[in-house]
T-cell receptor, first 118, second 111 residues
Framework: GAVVSQHPSRVICKSGTSVKIECRSLDFQATTMFWYRQFPKKSLMLMATSNEGSKATYEQGVEKDKFLINHASLTLSTLTVTSAHPEDSSFYIC??????????????FGPGTRLTVL | QKEVEQNSGPLSVPEGAIASLNCTYSDRGSQSFFWYRQYSGKSPELIMFIYSNGDKEDGRFTAQLNKASQYVSLLIRDSQPSDSATYLCAVKGGGSYIPTFGRGTSLIVHP
């Protein structure tokens, strides 16, 4: 299957700092990328859908000013958690669709970034 | 509101048995169906997808789709302890390319 990388895999930061997470599609171009958050033993929660060259679409309840998403190229999307607080500690996972946007393309996940805010 | 329902489990099966994981969905216009495996502390990994009614086999895995009943299942033959994980069902279509995920079923394969 297609490969999606994420960096960093793990980050520990102090409260109030900002953290940037990168998501890259390594062997395909991804017009659409998704950002998820997952708390321990809980289900995936979609945070936002990111389309190359346009503003991200955020799910209800997700603060766009706190979770900044930039999808500057067909292979790179970034999520910046601004002024992180302990309640932002979670497992952040990106994913990317192969091919053009549509129902019949596959979605592959990055390995995830575990964020711990002290 | 599109919904994808899965029994959270855990589903416990002995090694070598067939594990049957089920998923129902609410949107009759759904077009594509995916099964992901997620080990604890890891991200989901795509293991199967199916678009047409009927069965699709890949190694020890068989996906079964019944659009009339709005039901998709995953069978794992000759279950191994390494199959122990949470299995997520995802559904796309009905005018949206954004997948809707179920909460996942925890599978435990005991020796």
């Amino acid at each position: 299957g297609a490969v999606v990388s994420q960096h960093p895999s793990r980050v520990i930061c102090k409260s109030g700092t900002s953290v940037k997470i990168e998501c890259r599609s390594l062997d395909f171009q991804a017009t659409t990328m998704f950002w998820y958050r997952q708390f321990p033993k809980k289900s995936l929660m979609l945070m936002a859908t990111s389309n190359e060259g346009s503003k991200a679409t955020y799910e209800q309840g997700v603060e766009k000013d706190k979770f900044l998403i930039n999808h500057a190229s067909l292979t790179l999307s970034t999520l910046t958690v601004t002024s992180a607080h302990p309640e932002d500690s979670s497992f952040y996972i990106c994913s990317a669709n192969t091919g053009t946007s549509g129902s019949y393309n596959e979605q592959f996940f990055g390995p995830g970034t575990r964020l711990t805010v002290l | 509101q599109k919904e994808v329902e899965q029994n959270s489990g855990p589903l416990s099966v002995p090694e070598g048995a067939i594990a049957s994981l089920n998923c129902t969905y609410s949107d009759r216009g759904s077009q594509s169906f995916f099964w992901y495996r997620q080990y604890s502390g890891k991200s989901p990994e795509l293991i199967m997808f199916i678009y047409s009614n009927g069965d699709k086999e890949d190694g020890r895995f068989t996906a079964q789709l019944n659009k009339a009943s709005q039901y998709v299942s995953l069978l794992i033959r000759d279950s191994q302890p390494s199959d122990s994980a949470t299995y997520l069902c995802a559904v796309k279509g009905g005018g949206s390319y954004i997948p809707t995920f179920g909460r996942g079923t925890s599978l435990i394969v005991h020796p």
